[in-house]
């Protein structure tokens, strides 16, 4: 389940490094975030409420700022009394930047957490939308493995004991990377990103039937693992059926959709003796070069359209009709 993101629990997160302090006390620290965007609350100090976003933190930068000292403390409490009473999350207040009095008691009587960064404007406005989106990405996690081959991010998935994490551990033995086994969480890092991920109890391990749990990081050194990688293919494995058609020339590209974001999926049939590790590998060097540009696929069928043609066209000419007889 996930934590809700409290105040309290941003500054364990992001506090240090974005060198952000509280100007009133503890107050407010249980205040929840519910948005994963900011608002810069420039209309609602001059009056205009109808777009108003109280789930999101608030910031309040120079322009913000130089407006509420040009206007009189009682339209300066009635406006913060307002947003206040919103129960907004907390109020961020950018680098070098005071607020009046008033408004400091105002927001420590209502229990709304005042903050400020230390940190330059445009780097922490950067890091608090990234941490945001971050948190708020939606996320699903699935059975499977998920390794960086070639620096590909490869889901293998399949039944249950069909023997992906022996794959893996004969690909980790080859060079390539584990990034997570039996559980792989995944989050939409953005509109065309997935990134996978293990759960940190099982990080860095690989269970083997027969075998028992393999730590990898000790078993193979720090270059065996990583913490997290881009999602890019899938790889489902499946039992070889003869009554099945399987892809033989890989030019009806398939696809599978995870939270909305397509990735190339390939059906890959086993059975004893074929060598899954190497076709894991040539699956991720083709998906390598289609990025640059060249599919292998489509340029053998190219060659054979154009001889045949050619071939076509010089059975059409009767100087080389005795050719073909």
Do not use: C
Not at 17 to 37: D, E, F, P, T, Y
Not at 194 to 215: F, P
């Amino acid at each position: 389940m996930t934590l809700k993101l409290t105040i309290q629990r941003l500054l364990n997160e992001i506090g240090a490094k974005l060198r952000i302090v509280q100007l009133n006390g503890r107050v407010g620290r249980k205040n929840i975030i519910r948005s994963s965007k900011v608002n810069i609350p420039g209309l609602e100090l001059a009056g205009y409420w109808d777009f108003f976003s109280p789930k999101s933190l608030q910031i309040l930068t120079n322009k913000e700022v130089k407006f509420i000292s040009t206007i009189s403390a009682a339209a300066m409490k009635s406006i913060f009394q307002r947003m206040f009473a919103y129960e907004i999350p907390a109020v961020i207040l950018l680098k070098d930047l005071e607020l009046p009095p008033l408004v400091l008691d105002l927001a420590t009587d209502m229990k709304i957490p005042l903050l400020q960064t230390k940190v330059e404007n445009t780097d922490f406005l950067k890091e608090i939308n990234s941490f945001l989106y971050k948190e708020f990405a939606p996320r699903i996690n699935v059975h499977g493995t998920l390794l960086d081959i070639y620096g590909v991010g490869v889901l293998l998935t399949g039944r249950s004991g069909i023997g992906k994490s022996e794959i893996a551990l004969d690909l980790i033995e080859r060079g390539h990377r584990l990034v997570a086994d039996d559980v792989v969480n995944i989050e939409k890092a953005s509109e065309t990103i997935l990134m996978g991920y293990g759960e940190k109890i099982l990080q860095n391990t690989l269970e083997i039937r027969g075998l028992g749990v393999v730590n990898v990081r000790k078993a193979f050194g720090i270059r065996a693992v990583r913490p997290r990688k881009r999602l890019e293919v899938q790889i489902e494995l499946v039992e070889w059926d003869s009554e099945m058609q399987y892809e033989r020339f890989g030019l009806d590209e398939q696809k599978n959709t995870i939270l909305d974001v397509d990735i190339p999926f390939i059906t890959l049939p086993i059975y004893p003796g074929k060598n899954i590790t190497v076709i894991a590998e040539v699956i991720a060097l083709n998906y390598m070069l289609k990025l640059h540009g060249e599919d292998p696929a489509k340029e053998l069928q190219e060659e054979l359209m154009n001889k045949l043609k050619l071939q076509a066209s010089t059975m059409d000419d009767k100087r080389f009709k005795g050719d073909f007889e």
